[in-house]
């Protein structure tokens, strides 16, 4: 099995910053593309930003200048930094690894359970 565990989602107020982890646990061989993901209510969920296992980073529109994805290989770990939030930027973020299990096994894409982000004064 392999958990994935989101952590420092919050309420912030406009022009504030979160970082937010998630770091994947148990049968791990390794772990390609990590994401970040969110889903405001009523829409659906979106790609923020995602990073390979090398290679460039991708942002959604909505956030390049503003949000910063890396990952710490040796933890299992990706991170966002963000910074400048907005209000339109509240919602439930998600990350996502696909990992492969095994030398020999093709990849899969497990998901967080997601963390709170809201933006508000």
């Known amino acids: 099995q392999v958990q994935l565990v989101e952590s420092g989602g919050g309420l912030v107020q406009p022009g504030g910053s979160l970082r937010l982890s998630c770091a994947a646990s148990g049968s791990i061989f390794s772990i390609n593309n990590m994401g970040w993901y969110r889903q405001a209510p009523g829409k659906q969920r979106e790609l923020v930003a995602a990073i390979p296992n090398g290679g460039n980073t991708n942002y959604a529109d909505s956030v390049k200048g503003r949000f910063t994805i890396s990952r710490n290989n040796a933890k299992n770990t990706v991170y966002l930094q963000m910074d400048n939030l907005k209000p339109e930027d509240t919602a439930v973020y998600y990350c996502?690894?696909?990992?492969?299990?095994?030398?020999?096994?093709?990849?899969?894409?497990?998901w967080g359970q997601g963390t709170q982000v809201t933006v508000s004064s």
């Open positions: 996502k690894a696909e990992v492969r299990r095994r030398s020999y096994s093709p990849p899969y894409d497990y």
